[in-house]
């Protein structure tokens, strides 16, 4: 009776999500996807996924350990990878059945810039979580430039303003500006590269011809993989670098550099991480698509309820060698709502990782939108697009239709609140204002938004044309 009775309550639950779930209903009503948690039987179940050692991993580590894989009927092993191309490439050839990804690399694939693979994402990972480091030597070279608080310490956010001088006495004393990032299509790349063109340092352009990225630019930035960042920067080989967590933290503990901003600065509650499967892995085992995404979103949730309780936790966890294997101390200074910058300015920021909360796991096609204006104003997509053509690439690698379909059936066993979901978002965030430069940005509109840049390409701009004018 007691069974019978949970049945009928689901099936209410479920007719009444049907009638009120108004966008992704033609994906639902299509139906290959499952309804209720019993029904789904996951195609294939031995799964195996791969990560970079970041923080941001964490909503993998956390659905393994708090058994919400095993919860869906998922055997999953979690493989450290060497850095994001043999990530990506492994996902391709189908050793990895999916990984821990820059939103970028999901992006640049389907449009085949770098290596071309349908990949597609039904889960963001997280919002902000990265910082900009630079040596002590342009540290001790910046912060007499910049204003200070009554207590002396340096006014936030940094403007690389103040690190335009810096480079300009570099170029002086005939030395090269280099920095790091962690790969071409990384958000590390654009937030550093918004944050240079923010001061007026031009970044450089990628063209067809020259994938270096260094075409006309002030500051020099190329590929170092993230947990060799801290050592790079000590050899002097980087003046700085933009990386995720704990690799800016860590400096600070070594002694080595100063973090000057985080990316929470640069664009309050940035998209970050997507967990990336090639389109045929949905399409060949569509249960277990959505398994995984229940899981992830269990895990998203975890980390983020009751005000971050759980956080101390998840941080010993994460600092196992098996996942990030950093000190607890270190992972522990930004995942715990605070960040710091110069050795003891420590400052508050509740939401320098966010997992779940703020619809932070929906994949929103404005986030994949953004990235591609990022492509295009940076030369990696050459050639001028319509607004139509970023809209179709988002649709056609960040699935909403996934993630609610995994959602609904979560609410449905109670595991997740139905007010925790944009059911009736048409994927396309409000337009945002909270950026360094205060530019707004609407991802229905990346030609007009591409046009606000003083530094980059736009409308009609193509490199050849930009690097003879000069
Ligand atoms: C997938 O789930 C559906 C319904 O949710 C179920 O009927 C089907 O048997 C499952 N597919 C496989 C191959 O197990
Ligand atoms: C989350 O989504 C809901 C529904 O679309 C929306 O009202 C709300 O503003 C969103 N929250 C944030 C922080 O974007």
Request: hydrophobic share 40%; charged share 25%; glycine share 8%.
């Amino acid at each position: 009776m007691k069974i019978k009775l949970a049945d009928t309550f689901r099936d209410f639950m479920r007719r009444h999500f049907l009638r009120s779930v108004a966008v992704p209903l033609a994906a639902l009503a299509v139906a290959a996807t499952p309804l209720a948690a019993e029904e789904l039987i996951p195609e294939k179940d031995e799964l195996k996924f791969g990560f970079i050692k970041l923080t941001d991993m964490a909503p993998l580590a956390i659905a393994y350990e708090k058994g919400f894989f095993e919860e869906e009927g998922l055997f999953v092993t979690l493989e450290p990878q060497a850095n994001w191309k043999v990530l990506l490439d492994r996902v391709i050839t189908g050793e990895l059945d999916g990984a821990h990804m820059l939103a970028g690399q999901p992006l640049a694939a389907t449009i085949g810039y770098g290596t071309e693979a349908h990949i597609i994402t039904p889960f963001s990972m997280d919002l902000n979580g990265n910082g900009i480091t630079v040596s002590n030597e342009v540290w001790e070279m910046m912060k007499p430039l910049i204003p200070k608080m009554d207590d002396g310490r340096p006014q936030h956010p940094i403007k690389a303003d103040y690190l335009k001088p810096v480079i300009e006495q570099f170029q002086d004393e005939g030395r090269p500006f280099n920095m790091g990032m962690v790969f071409p299509v990384s958000t590390h790349n654009y937030e550093l590269r918004y944050w240079l063109a923010a001061g007026g340092i031009h970044p450089g352009y990628y063209s067809p011809a020259d994938i270096s990225g260094q075409i006309a630019a002030e500051a020099l930035l190329s590929v170092t993989p993230p947990p060799q960042m801290p050592a790079t920067l000590e050899a002097g080989t980087i003046s700085g670098y933009c990386v995720g967590e704990p690799w800016n933290q860590q400096a600070v503990f070594k002694g080595i550099g100063v973090p000057v901003i985080t990316d929470y600065e640069i664009w309050k509650d940035n998209p970050e991480k997507v967990f990336g499967i090639t389109a045929e892995f949905a399409e060949q085992y569509p249960n277990t698509t959505i398994a995984l995404t229940k899981a992830l979103i269990r895990a998203g949730q975890w980390l983020d309820e009751n005000d971050n309780a759980n956080r101390g936790e998840a941080v010993e966890i994460l600092s196992r060698s098996e996942y990030v294997g950093a000190d607890e101390e270190v992972i522990a200074n930004s995942m715990t709502g605070t960040f710091e910058y110069e050795r003891g300015d420590k400052r508050e920021i509740p939401d320098f990782n966010v997992f779940f909360r703020y619809n932070a796991t929906y994949p929103y096609y404005s986030d994949a939108v953004w990235y591609l204006t990022q492509m295009r104003r940076w030369g990696q997509i050459a050639e001028p697009k319509s607004d139509d053509w970023y809209a179709e690439v988002a649709a056609k690698v960040y699935r909403p239709d996934l993630y609610l379909t995994a959602a609904k059936i979560l609410v449905d066993e109670g595991h997740v609140s139905e007010a925790d979901f944009p059911w009736g978002t048409d994927g396309y965030r409000e337009p945002v204002s909270e950026f360094i430069d205060g530019v707004t940005y609407d991802g229905r509109t990346p030609n007009d938004y591409l046009k606000q840049f003083p530094i980059g390409l736009k409308g009609d701009d193509l490199v050849a044309q930009l690097s003879e004018l000069e």
